[in-house]
């Protein structure tokens, strides 16, 4: 009957975590990605090459730049058809028309030319009804102008998908630390009962079930909190210090109780009044749980 | 006679166009202090992050003004670094470091306590376009404070919504926008 007990609260554990995964697999397959390597006609590869995406039915553009390598992506793109303009200052441009699948990974390379010579017509002036469309005068400032080093405005995918997966980890983080709640509650609701004068070991046996469902799931919130990446340069302000701040009670705390959880469980199964060290177990229990929570609402509700 | 009112019309004529010229140079602003505050909504609380890093510059020409505003992603800050670095992330700040405002104003727009700017905002990849936004304009000597708010939304910018304990934000992030432009 325990061990059910403890089977049942473990397989909800599993259960729920294999949910949110696969909603997040979900999210990723969704979306398509167009990459592609930007070149002149000489073939050399072309860095900081401005590209385009645009849909062809919503009219929606996706803006992308080449990095060192020539490469440019274009992520999170609905299915569909796109054309995409490449441009490089003093290179030339290019221009393509392609079919977007689902979830798909496509590739486009471009080769930039020199456009060829405009026609000798008269400029046609900007329209009154769009006032953002270029001056005939080209007297509008540009990015230069305002004096913004080259590393301020240069596109870091590398840096981008070091945020993306951090993002993807603090998430999972955030949710396991949700789902630890539910079992961590429970245990703290059960430890009087467990630690009582009854004879009868039900109440002990799920307590220690959950305590220990508590444990694993506590311990792969952590791993996914320590394991994303730091981003280096980054100050560390507002309630994440004190969201971190709280982790060296909880931490220590998730490792204690249980050892201190199980002497007491030795001592009451041989018959004895839970004592010495043991009888710390309660109340570290609840200073931990204490500062689980404390860290939960330090980064969910503003003080 | 002739011999002196030959000087006189070609000095006339030297000041005229002299003068031609001063009105159909260009004339510039540039931006001398500014405030972005963009506002997020949360069921569980609200937050700002606010940028005073943001450069600019107007060229007048021909009666109208071509404005640039440029401000990097990063330097918006909410007084929370997580939050901050979250919102670099959902927003590709690395991928595409600035955020671009362009508008053209008739060059009259400066002496009028009102305007209405049409927008162009270039942000996380994306560009989107803001019809008739309202800026109360504030003269002081020479610069020109201008404030309002760009009704901006997340899906203007194909964003997907952040979320906080499984509850994401609200579409709507308007940014409210303080500056003050000085004559060049």
Same mark, same amino acid.
């Given at each position: ?6 089977? #049942?609260?473990f397989?909800?554990?599993?259960v ?10 979900r ?11 930007v ?49 490089a ?28 010579? !405009? ?12 006032p953002?469309a ?9 990015l230069?102008? /305002? ?7 240069q ?10 997966k ?20 429970a245990? #703290?609701?059960?430890?009087p009962? !467990? ?10 046996? /799920? ?20 394991? !994303? ?10 309630p994440i ?5 709280m ?26 009044? #839970? ?8 109340? #570290?229990?609840?200073?931990? !749980? ?14 | 006679?002739? %011999? ?28 001398? *202090? ?13 937050? *700002?992050?606010?940028?005073h ?20 992603? %990063? ?21 595409f ?38 800026? *109360? ?6 610069? %020109? ?40």
């Amino acid at each position: 009957m325990n061990l059910k007990a403890a089977k #049942v609260v473990f397989g909800a554990g599993l259960v729920l975590i294999l949910a949110f995964n696969s909603e997040l697999l979900r999210a990723q397959e969704a979306s398509a990605t167009l990459s592609g390597t930007v070149t002149d006609s000489s073939g050399k590869v072309l860095p900081n090459a401005k590209a385009s995406v645009k849909n062809l039915s919503t009219g929606q553009s996706t803006d992308a730049q080449s990095d060192a390598a020539g490469l440019y992506t274009a992520a999170n793109l609905a299915a569909g058809d796109y054309e995409v303009s490449v441009s490089a200052e003093g290179v030339g441009v290019a221009v393509a028309k392609v079919t977007l699948a689902a979830g798909g990974q496509q590739s486009l390379n471009l080769t930039l030319t020199q456009p060829q010579a !405009a026609p000798a017509t008269p400029p046609v002036a900007p329209s009154e009804n769009l006032p953002n469309a270029p001056s005939a005068a080209k007297t509008e400032p540009s990015l230069e102008d /305002l004096g913004f080093s080259k590393s301020e405005t240069q596109s870091n995918a590398a840096q981008q998908a070091l945020l993306d997966k951090r993002t993807r980890m603090l998430k999972i983080h955030q949710r396991m630390g949700l789902i630890t709640t539910i079992p961590l509650v429970a245990t #703290v609701i059960l430890g009087p009962g !467990a630690g009582g004068k009854s004879e009868g070991t039900a109440t002990r046996d /799920l307590h220690v079930a959950l305590g220990s469902l508590t444990g694993d799931l506590y311990g792969i919130t952590a791993w996914y909190a320590i394991r !994303a990446p730091r981003i280096k340069g980054t100050e560390k302000r507002g309630p994440i210090r004190f969201h971190e701040a709280m982790a060296w009670i909880h931490g220590p705390g998730m490792i204690l109780t249980p050892i201190l959880g199980a002497m007491a469980f030795e001592q009451k199964n041989n018959g004895e009044k #839970v004592h010495g060290i043991a009888s710390a177990h309660g109340p #570290v229990a609840i200073v931990t !749980a204490g500062a689980f929570g404390a860290a939960l609402l330090s980064v969910s509700v503003k003080f | 006679m002739n %011999k002196r009112i030959l000087p006189r019309f070609l000095l006339v004529g030297l000041l005229l166009s002299l003068a031609a010229d001063v009105f159909a140079a260009d004339h510039q602003w540039v931006l001398k *202090e500014s405030a972005l505050t963009y506002h997020v909504s949360h069921p569980l609380h609200q937050s *700002e992050g606010v940028s005073h890093a943001a450069r600019g510059k107007g060229v007048c020409h021909e009666g109208h003004c071509d404005f640039l505003i440029a401000v990097t992603v %990063k330097s918006f800050d909410s007084g929370d670094s997580n939050r901050d670095l979250h919102m670099i992330q959902v927003t590709r700040g690395a991928e595409f470091p600035m955020v671009t405002v362009r508008t053209r104003l008739p060059e009259a727009a400066s002496t009028s306590p009102t305007i209405k700017a049409d927008i162009e905002i270039q942000f996380a990849g994306q560009t989107a376009q803001y019809k008739q936004v309202a800026f *109360e304009v504030i003269t002081q000597g020479n610069d %020109k404070r201008i404030s309002g708010t760009i009704p901006a939304t997340l899906a203007d910018f194909k964003i997907d919504p952040p979320s906080l304990l499984t509850m994401p934000v609200k579409n709507e992030i308007p940014i409210r926008v303080e500056l003050t432009w000085a004559p060049q």
